[in-house]
Nanobody, 127 residues
Framework: QVQLRESGGGSVQAGGSLRLSCVVSGRTFGSVRMAWFRQAPEKEREFVAAIRRSGGYTYYADSMKGRFTISRDNALNTVYLQMNSLKPEDTAIYYC????????????????????WGQGTQVTVSS
């Protein structure tokens, strides 16, 4: 059973920073691609960032480029999302996701490509 557990969410003022973490258990971490998605109230879940198995390739949604950084530590079975210059519109529940599938550069952004999900962590940005 693969389990993903997020942490690091919280409340912050606009312009502030947060670092989310997601620990993976039950599977060899180096064999899975990791991603972060988010879901705001009354909106669909959307892609935030993804990182391939080796950490050599990363992908970002356009609105997060330059502000968010995804990284992974395969020795700790952990993926991170460093979020800087946060805006009120970044308020959402952030989910960690994992998959063993091999996807295209476009496919890594699709919810359907991910088999395992965490419970989510709330991020609230106030103006």
């Amino acid at each position: 059973q693969v389990q993903l557990r997020e942490s690091g969410g919280g409340s912050v003022q606009a312009g502030g920073s947060l670092r989310l973490s997601c620990v993976v258990s039950g599977r060899t971490f180096g064999s899975v691609r990791m991603a972060w998605f988010r879901q705001a109230p009354e909106k669909e879940r959307e892609f935030v960032a993804a990182i391939r198995r080796s950490g050599g390739y990363t992908y970002y949604a356009d609105s997060m480029k330059g502000r968010f950084t995804i990284s992974r530590d395969n020795a700790l079975n952990t993926v991170y999302l460093q979020m800087n210059s946060l805006k009120p519109e970044d308020t959402a529940i952030y989910y960690c996701a994992a998959t063993a599938k091999i996807s295209t550069a476009q496919g890594v952004r699709s919810i359907n490509e991910y088999d395992y999900w965490g419970q989510g962590t709330q991020v609230t940005v106030s103006s």
